[in-house]
């Protein structure tokens, strides 16, 4: 069959060329509309769900709404866990799924499943639109002459809707500003004075405020539609409003309090460098929406906003744009894969000697790439900086490689009169065809780990192993198609073959040294087994991580802070901590977020602080900072100063991530699974005190469960009776009377607002002024509130972790200057000295530690299957189970190059660097394949092993040598590329060089030894 595709590519050689124009071409389009995204989402299908309940304490949070919700959710198809946090006023539940599940049909099952869920009334769960990659743009909202009531409510009621409108965005998330809200302050004394009761209040403001429809009247040939309209309008409709009458004379709202224009208790601020005080819209990309095309609608709504839509003096100031790290990451690839190909055009240039022929093959590498980004296209699938990036180009132009030599050989030595030059091709063709096939298929059954993973790594690297199988497809087709076409086209004429001055040079030292070699076997394979344990020695000191992290070009900063912190405070700290940033010249701009948004997204309170720190490029750093990390060694320094304040350094997309897949607002955490709060609080104090003695481990700190202080009122049922009245009673007046309630809501066209009933603010500033508020009677009697209730200051609980069912608390931390595994495995030896858990505790670690240990050991089960399956295909070549081992004992040695590569260069082992060695299995084996085969052929002919060794030696070393240095050269670029989004292939392209360099030296030194010496009784026979 590959022999008539490639007489049918000879035969039909103009069609070929034309296809393979049209192939570029339709690539170049398909690569300009290809999806194109910095980074990979690695989270699962996630579910959030959101319940809020304004005033609730934690506890009565995940009593009557957390716990029903989990126990309505369990036992849905594909659900892997539920992880929940009470805090007061909100209910986050965070619903996780396996990842071969559909999204949208998980999200439907947990829509179905809240509707049967019995909660108290008026309480409605919502869905988050929030993803751990979905925050793609934000912005600040500026406006001359508008106070931030007035920007919020534009905000809210024009720009949320006109983003909404754009397809591919979920929602928007407004941060900042005070909400507007109509208030009506009662005064006790006046209720008291006209004799009226608080539900009296709230009853007619509801029932003044009311539309209906009569259905219709029809006079004559006409038909009126009837309307009562009674709606409140403004400020004077709700003083004006009749509460009750007396003795004749109505009692207006204005008779009873205050009336005024106000806004919702703040949960949350934002500031942005010097300004304190701003609105902040977040866009949210739906889930499976293509980013870039959504954000170039994105800034053509915000041009429009800004000049036509918005009120005068009203403005759009963009302050993150995820299109900005898009195009530097695709910039960073690009420039990557422009060097590469350079590299491995003038590798093949170098080793050739015949510019057309090199330029042949050095033409597989744009092919298969644009074949790559059709079918990217055609299947709807996205690239990535790895998928892209990680993409030897020494590996695929290897089938073309071999193709063309042998073809280029051919047509030097072996031409006579009676073949024609497509008939040479065609045996040169026929010769290494097969070879090229398993060779191909070897490096793909490489991959098979690759394909295989699952979950979060899978997540990642399956985009790459798709676009590494989909280019290797492409240089294979080019080699049995457009490579013989275009070689019939352009090795026209008188041919010489002859080495270069280089590959001469090369040629002969390498024969001397063979020769030297296979007469002391001994010493030779003494010094590679030596070379072999040196290298295994070095792997326990090589640190591990899950994955280096992908460089954005920010820091993202969170701050905990004292857990019953006032908000005021926790302003005052928040911008002291903006100021320390804008110290550095490094950093553009800061921006904090303090607290959580109205619609509960970000489910934390004052104590928590989030800082987003725009940087520079790394050319306008100052010369004394060589690492961001020392960067943040300088700010964490001065941060130091702030007193019982802990900071988490990460970067934006990063700590959406980790939150994701970790449930906890940090880095990494251990959580300490167990039933009693004050239990749970002394032992993670004992784990925290064992963690700071551990090397590298930073920003520590206990996720606290208590220390709210709470004024708990206590409702005395005896007391309740004696006087008639049921605790509910006593409950609403305390809930309308201190908080405030909202009784209807008062429209201003399109938008509508709620109207808030509460005490004026000296009748609740303090426990004494509650404990005197009145309680009525069913028989008009008043009665205060300390007289039907206890009133004591406690402390309780601040917020409560959940995971399956199970209470927690996580201690948060990071690494930094040392390896995770190596911090995290000393971490863990150290508690389990000097920590006694109570019966029924126990710790989980979570984060990237956790999910590196899956891997590694999925990696030890599937990486041994592979090997199987490559030894399978190389005896179905051979037939021979020794000479298929003995390609093997590539594989080892190809590792010691990797593994130097790794600790020479300080890189920890990764997911990244695993993919890495995989990739090595493939080319070592394939280079092995080259050399063992025509050793066996040169046998067959009758040559004894030393000559069969040595001429095949001579004429694979210019391939073998070839293939290994363009598969190192060609991701030379990656392994020393520093500009942003290289990072995460580091490790994969500096295995990759490593390890190339060795895997040649082994294949035409040690494994001749090796043949020699399993075959000696070939030479006597002989």
Known sequence: MLERLIQFSLHQRLFVCMAGLVLMCSGLYAFHILDVVAYPDPSPPMIEVITQYPGWSSEQIERAI??????????????????????????????????GTDYFRDRQEVLNRLQMIPLPQNIQPTISPWSAIAEIYRYELIGEKKTLTDLKTVQDWQIRREFKRIPGIIDVSTFGGTTKEYHVELDPGQLISYDITLDQVMDALAKNNTDVGGNYLTQGGQNFNIRGMGLIKNLDDITTAVVAEKAGTPVLVRNLGETSMGYRVRLGKVGIDDRDDVVEGVVLLQRGAKALPVLEQVQRKVDELNSQKLPQGVAIKTFYDRTVL??????????????????????????????????????????????????????????????????????????????????????????????????????????????????????????????????????????????????????????????????????????????????????????????????????????????????????PLIGGEF??????????????????ISFEEASRLVTQVRGIFKQFPEVVSVASQLGRPDDGTDPTSFFNAEFLVNLKNKAEWRKTLSTKRDLIDEIERELSAIPGVTFNFSQAIQDNVQEAMSGVKGENAIKLFGSDLHLLEAQAAQIKQVMEQVPGVKDLGVLHLLGQPNLIIEVDRQACARYGLKVGDVNSVVQAAIGG?????????????????????????????????????????????????????????????????????????????????????????????????????????????????????????????????????????FNSIRDALLVLIAVPFALVGGVLALAVTGTSFSISAAVGFISLFGVAVQGGLILVSRIRDHVGEGHDVRTAIMQSAEVRMRPVLMTSLAAAIGLLPAAVATGIGAQSQQPLARVVVGGMLTSAVLILVVLPILYELLHRNKNHET
């Open 741 to 877: 309630q909202a009784v209807t809501q008062v429209y201003e066209g399109e938008k509508w607002f709620d109207l808030v009933v509460r005490f004026k603010q000296e009748y609740r500033r303090d426990a004494d002024a509650i404990g005197n508020i009145q309680v009525s009677t069913l028989e008009g009697a008043r009665i205060p509130l300390k007289q039907l209730a206890t009133i004591t200051e406690q402390t309780g609980a601040f917020i409560v972790y959940r995971e399956n069912n199970e209470r927690y608390i996580p201690i948060k931390f990071s690494v930094r200057g040392r390896d995770l595994e190596g911090t995290v495995t000393d971490a863990q030896q150290r508690i389990a000295a000097h920590v006694t858990l109570p019966e029924g505790y126990r710790i989980e670690w979570h984060g990237e530690f956790d999910q590196l240990q899956d891997e590694k050991r999925r990696l030890a089960v599937i990486v041994p299957v592979t090997l199987l399956l490559i030894l399978f295909l190389v005896y179905f070549v």
């Open 547 to 564: 994955m280096p992290a992908l460089e954005e070009g920010n820091i993202w900063v969170r701050t905990t802070m004292p857990v019953d």
């Open 326 to 539: 898009i195009h530097t990451t695709i910039e960073t690839v690009v420039d990557i894969l422009i060097a590469g190909i350079l590299l491995v055009s003038i590798i093949l240039y170098v080793f050739l000697g015949h510019f057309r022929t090199a330029m042949i093959v050095a033409l597989t590498v744009p092919v298969a790439l644009l074949f790559t980004f059709c079918l990217l296209v055609a299947r709807g699938d996205s690239a990535n900086l790895i998928s892209l990036g990680a993409i030897d180009f020494g590996i695929i132009v290897d089938s073309t490689l071999i193709m063309v030599e042998s073809i280029f050989s051919h047509l030097a030595h072996k031409r006579n009169p009676g073949l024609t030059v497509p008939m040479h091709i065609t045996r040169a063709a026929r010769e290494v065809g097969r070879p090229i096939f398993f060779a191909t298929a070897i490096i793909i059954v490489a991959f098979v780990p690759l394909f295989t993973m699952t979950g979060v790594p899978g997540k990642i690297f399956a985009p790459m192993s798709l676009t590494y199988g989909l280019a290797l497809t492409g240089a294979l087709l080019m080699a049995f198609t457009l490579a013989p076409a275009l070689c019939s086209f352009l090795l026209t004429g008188p041919i010489q073959e002859r080495d270069t001055k280089i590959v001469a040079v090369i040629k002969r030292r390498y024969l001397a040294v063979l020769e030297w070699a296979l007469d002391r076997p001994r010493v030779v394979i003494g010094l590679a087994i030596a070379v072999l344990v040196f290298t295994l020695g070095l792997v």
């Open 66 to 99: 957390t716990l029903p919700i989990e126990i309505g959710l369990q036992g849905m198809p594909g659900l892997t866990d539920i992880r929940s946090l009470s805090i007061f006023g909100l209910s986050d539940i965070k619903v996780y799924f396996d990842f």
